[in-house]
Nanobody, 123 residues
């Protein structure tokens, strides 16, 4: 199983980025997918998740209303659209595939992890 995250970069506060995570080696429609992030010196934290069907997206309070998670079954890809970015959103962002079909904020529910893509938001 491979999860290839991309789309990170440097953006000014208030700007937008879209992260992508291309999945291979698994039955994409069976697994919930999630995004997590880790800032320097901090623990990894949950950002957003989406169920196996693409319904019931679930967000951390800190990103609710600014970030949108979605998935494209034809491309085996999950996206994270990030708008109104803030300097505190600066982190390495990881995508993950759950062992089950329902969106979860718990790291232990995710079996496969990508390599991360860096997002830096300047003030």
């Amino acid at each position: 199983v491979q999860l290839q995250a991309s789309g990170g970069g440097l953006v000014q506060a208030g700007g937008s980025l879209r992260l992508s995570c291309a999945a291979s080696g698994l039955t994409f429609s069976n697994n919930a997918m999630g995004w997590f992030r880790q800032a320097p010196g901090k623990e990894r934290e949950f950002v957003a998740a989406i169920s196996w069907s693409g319904s019931a997206p679930y967000y951390a309070d800190s990103v609710k209303g600014r970030f949108t998670i979605s998935r494209d079954f034809a491309k085996n890809t999950v996206y994270l659209q990030m708008n109104s970015l803030k300097p505190e959103d600066t982190a390495n962002y990881y995508c993950a595939a759950s062992s089950g079909g329902y969106a979860s904020s718990r790291e232990r529910d995710y079996y496969y992890w990508g390599q991360g893509t860096q997002v830096t938001v300047s003030s």
